[in-house]
């Protein structure tokens, strides 16, 4: 059974460092600014890179005169994208982009060329110089325009003839009788809704250094959260020998999905540093951050719900538009995440989605915290909301009774092991005093439920292979430290630190004698990176299974000079210790030492992949499959002036199921973090572009930290983390993601309480003082006829007697 | 091309920079102290913050001419030799860096801040960081660190 640790409360001690509230590796380094981002990396005679970005969302490129730029003092390089030809795309399947731009740019700020020069202001004088011809072409901004023009002009040349070259993925899936699911329904609700971009805004922009040795030796430092991936398009797209090329990846200030694929610096550092022979760096400035982008799709979603009189949900389906931006990122994913993540943790017999992603002149969106179920979730939760509306059940009580359970499969085949959603409802339900406030809070103010679930990591990898999708290394020393070499990517989430509390709890050494070297494909096993919430489920379990390898050496030994059977080893809090007999004991440094003597010198490899028989065996049917699932449910508490339409969330309870919490500091921190990004797309935030009629149609609205409004401490609510533990059967000790799934419910809890608070249905984000203003006139003009919800609250109200709320109600 | 000459972490320095360099060029190019971040260079964000003449400042903001002859603190100067301040000792213990990128600065706003109200409320914490993005925590333990900081420096 799951167990309720509010505020993070340790387990039951049944291991020595699993499950306390430690520190992190990094901690410290981070606080005194000792640890080195790229940026601080200062190489002798490095020179400084720029690139040269298209002024226009759509043009063809007729000619690139760089001479002047090469003969600018202080220039050591320039690079065009007939220098790097092959093309590229974090999935094999759909290489449509270049290091820089060939005969054709897609978006304000694709690359079409990059300098090196001695420093930044050189660098960016000689941009000035570099002299680019287009020929401007028609350009897409809405998805629905670009899908509809079925005979061209194309953003890219369709794939085969006769198709159309503005789409880039059609999912079609259908999993049990929808329609006669609705049909019988007792309750069919409808509604479109708008998920606005938003992009991920870490606050150390990308950067990249580069450099080039005699032999084809090539080393890139990056801001990455897949150095692999990485290592394998530099060798792929600049023909390299792998095997010279380097990948270190430096601690990540902040990167939420933003730089999880390769980008034009990282291509463009290499290439300039073998042309000149000396270290090149690129830092992309923040504009630029905002038109690297790979964020958030803005999704149009149209859903039908229908339930029974229970509230048991009997139908779902869904049509979603993506709107893509210019190139295809992780689309396809995007494209199947839409539907395929939705089946759970609710029971519905019959499910149908029907998603197609468009491109369109903006940059390329991707994936954010969440990839592609966050927009769909907001929209499904409000649908439930109204379903419970509509049958006077509890927003919460509803969620409980379509519970799928643990143990099971989804109606897309999908396999649920873990689950403990019905205790992340309690917990809320409990915690934020939802049975006095639902529907009794006097008007303007409202609390509103939303449940989730999220993959821990994707059971298939991006390129197909049958080999690890995580692997460690430990090397010991006679001074009884441990040595892990990971390649997965530390990126703020605390991945090296997971993995020293993972070893030290098999080997019993203290967490101050384990050392962790991470993300340098020189020294490092292969995994794949930091996304999908993959770390601590895959890399976990990798450790444990080096530490276990090695274990048993030491079991061995210690067991032999004890005349014991190893199984009788016991090693924890440094020492090894004999099973039965606490009198017997030696440190483990000294246990280290007599392995080494019968064994030679110390190591071992571990490694962890996914199971392959999770999932259906439909097409699709390995999009959305996971070892194991996390699930969320929060409550949001806000006010809302009605005067100004301004919705201050006041508080957000987060329960959250992720097996168990290895260090429940980590843990909580990850669920308030996402908490925080999720509250900050309902209210805040907004990637968007200027149009046409706005002048320089395909800008960006606010590519700046000041008008790409994120909160700041005033604006962010009261946070209050509940962690859930159900124990994942297959997790390490049971733990499950805690990364991502958090975000979801945080945008629909906030919908459904402004719901509660002032009677209306937000259905397009963000949910701004304008928006929310706006649809409170259009409710009080409406009156009974367009507004059920609304007016359906305050009778209601009037019915409980409600204090004072229901005068308001009624009233502008 | 300036001399300038200021105090750094209570060392005297005299450095020579082109005079429209601000002081985070100055203290990350000039005099190798990478721990200040620059996340904008516009003063949006505060990952640059530091400390001058005991105020709180945008170093990507501050000419470093008007920095001449001042006192700066940064956050390689807010140890006494290996012993962190208690405001980084309790980043550490509650997990209040995630990514790291944003911590420098959030430090000396909160050193600022304790200098100048020992017993800040949770109010006044969020009022002084107000001016720091923090993209990974949700500043909830930025504000239990800041607390617990702040207890441990009154003790």
């Known amino acids: 059974m799951p167990s309720v640790t509010p505020g993070g409360a340790a387990p039951a001690r049944e291991f020595s460092t699993i499950g306390r509230r430690m520190r992190k590796v990094d901690g410290l380094a981070k606080a005194t600014g000792r640890a080195r981002y790229t940026d601080d990396i200062q190489l002798p005679g490095m020179l400084h890179g720029k690139i040269l970005r298209s002024p226009h969302p759509h043009a063809r490129i007729k000619s690139i005169d760089a001479s002047a730029a090469e003969r600018l003092k202080g220039v050591h390089a320039v690079t065009t994208g007939r220098d790097m030809p092959v093309p590229y795309g974090i999935i094999p399947w759909t290489p449509d982009e270049h290091p820089l731009c060939l005969d054709r740019v897609r978006y304000v700020g694709d690359g079409v060329a990059a300098v090196a020069a001695v420093d930044e202001e050189t660098a960016n004088e000689a941009l000035g110089l570099v002299e680019v011809v287009y020929e401007e072409l028609p350009a897409y901004f809405s998805p629905h325009e670009a899908i509809a023009a079925e005979s061209g002009p194309f953003i890219h040349e369709p794939r085969r003839p006769g198709r159309n070259g503005n789409v880039t993925k059609v999912v079609r899936l259908e999993f049990g009788d929808v329609e006669a699911g609705l049909a019988e329904s007792a309750v069919v609700v409808e509604g479109d809704y708008f998920f606005e971009g938003t992009t991920h805004t870490p606050i150390e922009p990308h950067c990249a250094i580069g450099m080039a040795e005699r032999g084809g030796r090539l080393t890139v430092w990056s801001a990455t959260q897949v150095p692999h991936y990485l290592h394998r398009e530099l060798a792929r797209v600049l023909d390299l020998d792998p095997a010279l090329v380097r990948v270190v990846q430096p601690p990540v200030g902040g990167a939420f999905g933003g730089k999880s694929e390769p980008f034009d610096l990282e291509f463009c550092v290499a290439t300039l540093a073998m042309k000149t022979g000396r270290p090149v760096k690129i830092l992309y400035t923040r504009e630029e951050v905002f038109y690297a982008h790979r964020g958030r799709h803005p999704f149009h979603m149209r859903y039908r719900t229908g339930a029974d009189e229970n509230g048991m949900l009997a139908a779902v389906d869904a049509e979603i538009v993506l709107d893509g931006g210019a190139y295809a990122s992780f689309g396809l994913v995007t494209t199947y995440y839409s539907g395929q993540l939705l089946t759970a943790p609710y029971q519905m017999p019959a499910y149908r989605f029907h998603s197609t992603r468009a491109y369109t002149n903006k940059p390329a969106c991707g994936p954010k915290r969440g990839h592609g179920s966050v927009q769909p979730r907001f929209a499904f939760e409000v649908q439930l909301d109204r379903i419970a509306e509509r049958l006077a059940i509890d927003p919460i009580e509803l969620r409980r009774r379509n519970f799928i359970g643990a143990d099971t499969r989804t109606v897309n085949d999908l396999r649920i092991t873990s689950n403990g959603f019905l205790e992340c409802l309690d917990a809320v339900e409990a915690a934020s005093g939802w049975r006095r406030k639902f529907r009794k809070l006097p008007f303007g103010r409202g609390v509103g439920v939303a449940g989730s679930t999220y993959i821990s990591g994707t059971n298939y990898p991006v390129y197909p292979n049958d080999m690890p999708q995580s692997g460690v290394q430990l090397q010991v020393d006679r001074s009884g430290r441990v040595s892990v070499f990971s390649g997965a990517s530390e990126i703020g989430q605390g991945a090296d630190s997971m993995v020293a509390y993972v070893v030290a709890e098999e080997l019993g050494v203290p967490l101050e004698h384990i050392r962790v070297l991470a993300g340098d494909t020189d020294f490092t096993p292969v995994d794949l990176g930091a996304y999908s919430s993959r770390v601590t489920f895959m890399l976990g379990n990798a450790c444990i299974d080096a530490a276990r390898r090695l274990k048993q050496q030491v079991q061995e030994a210690v067991a032999e000079a004890w005349d014991a059977k190893p199984g009788e080893v016991l090693l924890a809090g440094g020492l090894a210790m004999r099973k039965g007999d606490t009198g017997v004991s030696m440190s483990v440094r000294d246990a280290f030492n007599l392995a080494e003597a019968k064994f030679g010198t110390l190591g071992a490899t571990g490694s962890y992949d996914t199971p392959k028989d999770v999932h259906g065996s439909y097409r699709g049917a390995t999009i959305g499959a996971s070892p194991a699932y996390s699930f969320s449910a929060h409550v949001a508490e806000v006010r809302v002036d009605p005067e100004t339409g301004f919705v201050d969330v006041e508080k957000i309870w987060i329960a959250h199921d992720c097996g168990r919490a290895l260090n429940p500091v980590l843990v909580e921190g990850q669920m308030e973090g996402s908490a925080y990004m999720g509250f900050a797309e309902a209210v805040m935030e907004e990637h968007v572009f200027k149009t046409a009629e706005q002048g320089r149609a395909g800008l960006h609205n606010a590519p700046s930290l000041l008008d790409y409004r994120i909160p700041t401490s005033l604006d962010t609510p009261a946070l209050e983390s509940l962690v859930i533990e159900s124990v994942d059967p297959e997790g390490p000790y049971g733990a499950k993601e805690a990364g991502e799934g958090p975000l979801h419910p945080s945008i629909p809890a906030i919908a459904n309480a402004i719901h509660d608070a002032v009677g209306v249905r937000m259905n397009s984000l963000p949910f701004s003082p304008p928006r929310v203003w706006a649809a409170l006139q259009n409710r009080t003009a409406a009156g009974a006829e367009g507004a059920g919800d609304g007016v359906a609250k305050a009778g209601r109200r009037e019915r409980e007697g409600g204090s004072g709320g229901v005068a308001k109600a009624v009233t502008p | ?155």
């Open chain 2, 1 to 155: 091309m300036e001399v300038v000459r200021l105090t750094v972490n209570g060392d005297e320095r005299v450095c020579g920079v082109p005079a429209h360099y601000t002081l985070l060029e100055t203290l990350r190019y000039g005099l190798g102290l990478t721990g200040s971040k620059q996340g904008c260079d516009k003063g949006d964000c505060g990952a640059c913050t530091v400390v001058l003449d005991g105020k709180a400042v945008l170093s990507c903001l501050t000419p470093i001419l008007e920095a001449e002859g001042r006192h700066v603190r940064t956050v390689e100067g807010l140890a006494s030799g290996v012993e962190p301040h208690p405001l980084q000792d309790e980043f550490d213990l509650h997990g209040a860096a995630q990514c790291g990128f944003c911590t420098p600065g959030i430090l000396c706003s909160a050193a600022a801040l304790l200098d100048r109200e020992p017993s800040p409320s949770r109010e006044d914490i969020r009022e002084a960081l107000a001016g720091n993005l923090c993209r990974c925590t949700g500043y909830e333990k930025i504000y239990d660190a800041v607390e617990g900081a702040a207890a441990r420096c009154r003790a």
